[in-house]
C-alpha cells in the first residue's frame, strides 16, 4: 500500500488480517484494541473490493460490543454488516441470538428464518429454531429443524443435544439417550449433555445400576483428563495450612 495506494488486494489482505487481529483481541476480552482493528478495517470503505471485510468488521465489532454488553449499538453492527452483506447467513444468524438473548424471540425466529432463506443448510440457526419451539412445545417442528441441522451438518452436536431433548420429551427415551450418546462423541466434554444422558438412563426399565455407575466413572475420567492443563493454583500453595 505504501507502494501503490490504489492496489486493491493488499487492501483485502491488510483488512483480513486486521478482522483477524480483532477476534483475537475479542477472545481476550480487550475490547478497545478490538474495536480499533474493526475500525481500522472500515476506513477501507472506499475501495470496493473491501465490501465483504467491512461487512465482516461490522460482524465481528457487534460480537464484540454484545459481549460488553451494548446492545443498541451490537444491533446497530449488525444491521450495518446485512446492509454491506445481505445474503449473509452467519450475520442474520448473530442478529437473532441477540434478539433472542433480549427476550425478543418472535423477532429472533423470524430472522432466523432469514438466515436460512440465505443459506438452507445453515445448521446453527436451524438448531435455535429447534430449541425455540421446543420451549413453546411445538415438539414437531422442533425435531423437524433439529433434523435439518443434522442432515446439514452430520457433526453438530447441539442439535444432536436438541433433538434428544425434544424426543425425551416425547417420551422416546431410547432414542433421546442415543442422540445424547451422539452429542458426547462429537463434543465430548458438555456436562449437561452427560447429567441429561445419566438421568435419561433411569427411565430405561430395569438397567444395570452397576451399568450407571459405569457411566458415571467413564465421566470422572473424561472431565478430569479434560482439566488436566486448567488448574488454577494459589501462590501460598507452600504453605501448610493453605494447601
Same mark, same amino acid.
Given at each position: ?120 443448510? /445453515? *445448521?446453527?440457526?436451524?438448531?435455535? &429454531?429447534?430449541?425455540? %419451539? ?6 414437531? !417442528? +422442533? #425435531? ?46 458438555? /456436562? *449437561?449433555?452427560?447429567?441429561?444422558? &445419566?438421568?435419561?438412563? %433411569? ?6 445400576? !452397576? +451399568? #450407571? ?31
Amino acid at each position: 500500500i505504501a507502494l501503490d495506494s490504489n492496489h486493491q488486494e493488499a487492501y483485502v489482505g491488510l483488512a483480513s488480517c486486521l478482522n483477524n487481529l480483532g477476534y483475537f483481541y475479542q477472545q481476550q476480552q480487550q475490547f478497545e484494541k478490538a474495536i480499533a482493528c474493526y475500525e481500522r478495517v472500515l476506513s477501507f470503505t472506499s475501495h470496493e473490493i473491501t465490501k465483504n471485510k467491512c461487512a465482516e468488521a461490522y460482524n465481528d465489532w457487534g460480537n464484540t460490543l454484545k459481549r460488553e454488553p451494548k446492545v443498541e449499538q451490537a444491533l446497530t453492527c449488525y444491521h450495518r454488516a446485512i446492509e454491506l452483506n445481505p445474503n449473509s447467513a452467519l450475520f442474520r444468524f448473530n442478529l437473532a441470538v441477540l434478539y433472542y438473548d433480549t427476550g425478543q424471540i418472535d423477532k429472533a425466529v423470524e430472522v432466523f428464518y432469514q438466515s436460512i432463506a440465505c443459506d438452507p443448510k /445453515f *445448521a446453527p440457526s436451524h438448531s435455535n &429454531l429447534a430449541a425455540i %419451539f421446543r420451549d413453546r412445545g411445538q415438539l414437531a !417442528e +422442533a #425435531i423437524k429443524h433439529c433434523k435439518k441441522a443434522i442432515e446439514a451438518t452430520p457433526t453438530y452436536p447441539l442439535a444432536y443435544n436438541n433433538l434428544a431433548v425434544a424426543l425425551k420429551i416425547q417420551g422416546d427415551i431410547e432414542q433421546a439417550i442415543a442422540n445424547y450418546r451422539k452429542t458426547l462423541f462429537y463434543s465430548p466434554y458438555l /456436562f *449437561a449433555t452427560f447429567s441429561n444422558l &445419566l438421568f435419561s438412563l %433411569f427411565y430405561i426399565p430395569d438397567y444395570p445400576l !452397576e +451399568a #450407571i455407575f459405569f457411566e458415571h466413572c467413564e465421566w470422572g475420567t473424561r472431565v478430569e483428563n479434560g482439566i488436566e492443563f486448567t488448574y488454577i493454583y494459589h501462590p501460598n500453595l507452600n504453605k501448610a495450612d493453605k494447601r
